[in-house]
C-alpha cells in the first residue's frame, strides 16, 4: 500500500493528482515544482483528507 510519494519537479498536473486521488492510503505527497493548481490540490485533499501535501504554495495538512 503506497503511504509517500514525491513527484517533485515532475510533469504530474491537476489529472495526475485525480489519478492519485484513488490512493486513499497516502500520507505524504510532495508536489513542489509540478504544474498543480489550487483547484487540483483542493480536490485531492478532499479526495484523500489524511494525506499532507507539500507544494510550492506550503503545505496542507492532514485532516482530523
Known amino acids: 500500500k503506497l503511504a509517500t510519494l514525491s ?4 510533469g504530474v498536473t491537476d489529472a495526475g493528482l485525480a489519478h492519485l ?3 486513499k492510503g497516502l ?3 510532495d508536489v513542489v515544482g509540478a504544474p ?3 483547484k487540483g490540490l483542493a480536490a ?3 479526495a484523500v483528507p489524511k494525506c499532507r501535501v507539500i507544494h510550492d504554495g506550503g503545505t496542507i495538512e492532514p485532516a482530523g
Open 36 to 38: 498543480v493548481t489550487a
Open 7 to 10: 513527484v517533485h519537479g515532475t
Open 44 to 46: 485531492f485533499h478532499a
Open 21 to 23: 486521488a484513488a490512493c
Open 27 to 29: 500520507t505524504y505527497l
